[in-house]
C-alpha cells in the first residue's frame, strides 16, 4: 500500500514524472517519500542535461534511455538503508544494485546504482557521468573532475574553450535552481 506522502512525492509538480517501471518499483517498495522527491529532482535534471547534449552535442552517442531510467533509481538503495537518507553511508549503493538485479531490472539499468558514486572507475561511460553530475548539480555542488570527464565525451565541431563555457553555463543555469528543488525534496518526509 502506497503512503499518501509516497504517491505525492511521485506526481507533485514541478518536478516532471519519473519513467514507469522506476515510479512502479518506489511504489511496490514503498518508499520513503523524500527519497522518491530526490529521485524525481536528479531526473528532472538529468532529462535537462540530455536536452542540452541533444542539442548542443548531437554527435554524441547517449543512450537517453538509460541515463533516464539511472537518475530515477540511483539512490534505490536508500530504501533498504534509510538511514543514509539523511547521513553520510554508501551501503545504499551495492545494495541498490542487487535489489533491482533480484528484480530483474538489466545490468545496463542496475548498474547506476553503483556508479553514480564511482563515477572515476575506468569503466564508467557517459551515461554514468550524466547521472553522477545530475546527482551533484541538482544541488548545486561543482566537481570539476567529473564536468571535465564529461566535458571529455562531448562531441563537436567547436573548441574545446567553447564546449567548456557552453557546458558552464548550462550548469550554473541549473545551479541556480537547487533551492527550488531541495524545497521540493525536504517538503516530504524521510519515512
Not at 548542443?56 to 534505490?76: C, M, Q, S, W, Y
Not at 563537436?156 to 543555469?173: H, N, S, V
Request: proline share 8%; hydrophobic share 45%.
Amino acid at each position: 500500500m502506497t503512503s499518501n506522502a509516497l504517491d505525492r512525492a511521485l506526481t507533485d509538480p514541478p518536478p516532471r514524472p519519473l519513467p514507469a517501471e522506476a515510479e512502479a518499483l518506489l511504489r511496490d517498495l514503498d518508499a520513503p517519500p523524500r527519497l522518491a522527491a530526490h529521485l524525481r529532482a536528479v531526473h528532472d535534471v538529468a532529462a535537462e542535461l540530455l536536452d542540452w547534449v541533444a542539442g548542443h552535442h548531437p554527435g554524441t552517442p547517449v543512450d537517453r534511455e538509460a541515463v533516464l531510467f539511472g537518475a530515477a533509481i540511483h539512490d534505490i538503495g536508500k530504501c533498504l538503508h534509510p538511514a543514509e537518507l539523511s547521513g553520510p553511508g554508501s551501503a545504499h549503493e551495492h545494495a541498490g544494485h542487487r535489489l533491482l538485479r533480484e528484480r530483474g531490472v538489466p545490468e545496463r539499468l542496475a548498474r547506476f546504482t553503483r556508479t553514480h558514486a564511482a563515477w572515476t572507475d575506468e569503466a564508467t561511460t557517459v551515461e554514468d557521468h550524466l547521472v553522477s553530475l545530475a546527482d551533484k548539480i541538482w544541488k548545486a555542488k561543482r566537481e570539476p573532475d567529473l564536468e571535465r570527464l564529461v566535458l571529455d565525451r562531448l562531441a563537436g565541431e567547436a573548441p574545446a574553450w567553447q564546449i567548456f563555457m557552453d557546458l558552464d553555463d548550462l550548469l550554473t543555469t541549473l545551479a541556480n535552481g537547487a533551492d527550488a528543488r531541495l524545497a521540493f525534496q525536504n517538503a516530504y518526509p524521510i519515512a
